[in-house]
């Protein structure tokens, strides 16, 4: 089994699986919504991870009437949100380590 990143499928075979013309994938890449990987060929290859990008932008697209410049805006505040949220973990678990340590830290008497 490979790993959600890994890049193991060439265009035509993502085409066919969502239903898209290569072509729009190519387009997709131009205008920088998706980034799949490159051979040494310059054959793209694409994860699993680009294709579940490929098919958020097609519901987008489809099913929401969204124009591939929103599309774009779309994508950034969405990984822009999915930073803010890491970095919200790591400061509360930041917060909750420094509560316990003080929690615990003894106070001596001069």
């Known amino acids: 089994m490979h790993s959600i990143d890994e890049p193991v499928y060439l265009i035509s075979v993502v085409a ?3 239903k898209v013309h290569p072509q729009t994938l190519r387009q997709y890449e ?7 990987s490159r051979t040494e060929g310059k054959m793209r290859l694409y994860s699993q991870r ?6 958020f ?3 987008l697209t489809r099913e929401l009437g969204v124009n591939l410049a929103g599309v774009d805006v779309i994508l950034k505040l969405q990984e822009r949100i999915d930073f803010l949220e890491d970095e919200r973990i790591r400061l509360k678990e930041i917060i909750e380590t420094t509560a ?11």
């Not at 131009?30 to 799949?36: F, V």
């Not at 680009?50 to 098919?55: A, F, G, L, S, Y």
């Open 30 to 36: 131009r205008e920088g919504l998706i980034a799949p």
């Open 50 to 55: 680009d294709i579940e990008r490929i098919k």
């Open 100 to 110: 316990r340590v003080a929690s615990n830290r003894q106070i001596i008497p001069f």
């Open 57 to 59: 932008v097609l519901r």
């Open 16 to 18: 066919t699986i969502l």
